[in-house]
T-cell receptor
C-alpha cells in the first residue's frame, strides 16, 4: 500500500533562518507531488507541484522554493524565513490518471516563525 | 482566479442531526467536485466526490447533492456523530487538469455535540 511520510510534525524557527521540509512517498512510482500551505482559518493554497524529477511548477510568488531530487522525494525550502511563512504545510501525492485524480495528503508540518 | 465559496464557516449540530455544508462555484467548466475531511493536526482525506452527470451521490451517511444550473453542491451528513467533528473542505476542478488546478473552499469546522 502507498504511504506518505512528512517531517517534522512541528517546527519553530526564528525569522531569517533557513527551512527544509521533506516528504517521501512509498509504494508508488512516478507520482505527482504537491506542497500546500494552510493558514489558520483559511483554505488550502497550492504552493508547488511536480510531475517528475527536477520538474517544479510554482503557483504563487513567495519566499519558498521546492525541489524533487528523487522520484518519490519532495523538499520545501527557504533561505530566510519570514513571519508570514508561518502555517500548516502539507505534502500530497496523486497518481496521474488524467481523470478524477485522488489526492492523498501527509500529516503536515506546523511551522511557527517567531 | 476561479473561486469556490463555502458556507458556513463553522457549524454546530446535535448528535443524530443532519449536518449540511454548502459550496458554490463560478467556472462552468468544472466537472469534478471532491469533499475532504480534516481532523485537527492531520492532513485532509478524500471523503466523497461527484461528477455533474449525477445530481446526488451517497456513501454511507454522507451524501453530495449537486445542482448544475445553480452551480452549487452540498455535503449532507445524516445521523451526525461526535466522530464526524472535523473541518470539511469542498473543492472543484476540471478533471482533465488534475489536482494542480484543484480549487478548495475555505473550510467548515463542524462540531457535533452530544
Amino acid at each position: 500500500s502507498q504511504t506518505i511520510h512528512q517531517w517534522p510534525a512541528t517546527l519553530v524557527q526564528p525569522v531569517g533562518s533557513p527551512l527544509s521540509l521533506e516528504c517521501t512517498v512509498e509504494g508508488t512510482s512516478n507520482p505527482n507531488l504537491y506542497w500546500y500551505r494552510q493558514a489558520a482559518g483559511r483554505g488550502l493554497q497550492l504552493l508547488f507541484y511536480s510531475v517528475g524529477i527536477g520538474q517544479i511548477s510554482s503557483e504563487v510568488p513567495q519566499n519558498l522554493s521546492a525541489s524533487r531530487p528523487q522520484d518519490r522525494q519532495f523538499i520545501l525550502s527557504s533561505k530566510k524565513l519570514l513571519l508570514s511563512d508561518s502555517g500548516f504545510y502539507l505534502c500530497a501525492w496523486s497518481v496521474p490518471t488524467g481523470r478524477d485524480e485522488k489526492l492523498f495528503f501527509g500529516s503536515g508540518t506546523q511551522l511557527s516563525v517567531l | 482566479q476561479q473561486q469556490v465559496k463555502q458556507s458556513p464557516q463553522s457549524l454546530i449540530v446535535q448528535k443524530g442531526g443532519i449536518s449540511i455544508i454548502n459550496c458554490a462555484y463560478e467556472n462552468t467548466a468544472f466537472d469534478y467536485f471532491p469533499w475532504y475531511q480534516q481532523f485537527p493536526g492531520k492532513g485532509p482525506a478524500l471523503l466523497i466526490a461527484i461528477r455533474p452527470d449525477v445530481s446526488e451521490k451517497k456513501e454511507g451517511r454522507f451524501t453530495i447533492s449537486f445542482n448544475k444550473s445553480a452551480k452549487q453542491f452540498s455535503l449532507h451528513i445524516m445521523d451526525s456523530q461526535p466522530g464526524d467533528s472535523a473541518t470539511y473542505f469542498c473543492a472543484a476542478t476540471r478533471a482533465i487538469f488534475g489536482n494542480e488546478k484543484l480549487t478548495f473552499g475555505t473550510g467548515t469546522r463542524l462540531t457535533i455535540i452530544p
